[in-house]
T-cell receptor, first 112, second 113 residues
């Protein structure tokens, strides 16, 4: 089955700097790669996703890149703000009735 | 529109006791999921359902049972709770298929002593 590795497990950045979180997946059949943000005491919430027919997707300060050949994808957050502090999860799925497989998460701290 | 609602939010059980966690969604979603979240382990899938009356095992199904008698509800049962089942449990739902946005509940923090 699919295996998703996520790095780093913790990340601290200064406010205004950029943050990058990387994930690798094992199954080349995977075609959907979402990123979820989990704030303290809440359930995860989708922030951006990308499908395998696209190499990059951007939404304001957040972008995701996908390299299908290398089987890795990354989340980029620019101009970080204190409210970006949270746990971020990447995930991968090959579709059909095969559920998402999540990475172990990255705790991002933005220091003001 | 409440989204995904989990009941209860907190619970303490003694080893060997049983309980049922309830997940309700009002978005007419077909797919529903139960995850557990442990420190350093991310979100691990326990069981899921692709429609009313269906259930399937996920990555860590042992010690849990589920039922989906109504489309809007997905129940997670612990038959005989063990300390290893101390965790935060999240329910989620997706509209059609797994490759769409998953909506999560607020979580249930379960402690087994």
């Amino acid at each position: 089955g699919e295996n998703v590795e996520q790095h780093p497990s913790t990340l601290s950045v200064q406010e205004g700097d950029s943050a990058v979180i990387k994930c690798t997946y094992s199954d080349s059949a995977s075609n959907y790669f979402p990123w979820y943000k989990q704030e303290l005491g809440k359930g995860p919430q989708l922030i951006i996703d990308i499908r395998s027919n696209v190499g990059e997707k951007k939404d304001q300060r957040i972008a995701v890149t996908l390299n299908k050949t290398a089987k890795h994808f990354s989340l980029h957050i620019t101009e970080t703000q204190p409210e970006d502090s949270a746990v971020y999860f990447c995930a991968a799925s090959m579709g059909g009735n095969t559920p998402l497989v999540f990475g172990k998460g990255t705790r991002l701290s933005v220091i003001a | 529109n409440a989204g995904v609602t989990q009941t209860p939010k907190f619970r303490v059980l003694k080893t060997g006791q049983s309980m049922t966690l309830l997940c309700a969604q009002d978005m007419n979603h077909e797919y529903m999921y139960w995850y557990r979240q442990d420190p350093g382990m991310g979100l691990r899938l326990i069981h899921y359902s692709v429609g009313e009356g269906t259930t399937a095992k996920g990555e860590v199904p042992d010690g849990y049972n589920v039922s989906r008698l109504k489309k809007q509800n997905f129940l997670l049962g612990l038959e005989s709770a063990a300390p290893s089942q101390t965790s935060v449990y999240f329910c989620a739902s997706t509209y059609l298929g797994v490759n769409t946005e998953a909506f999560f509940g607020q979580g249930t923090r379960l402690t087994v002593v």
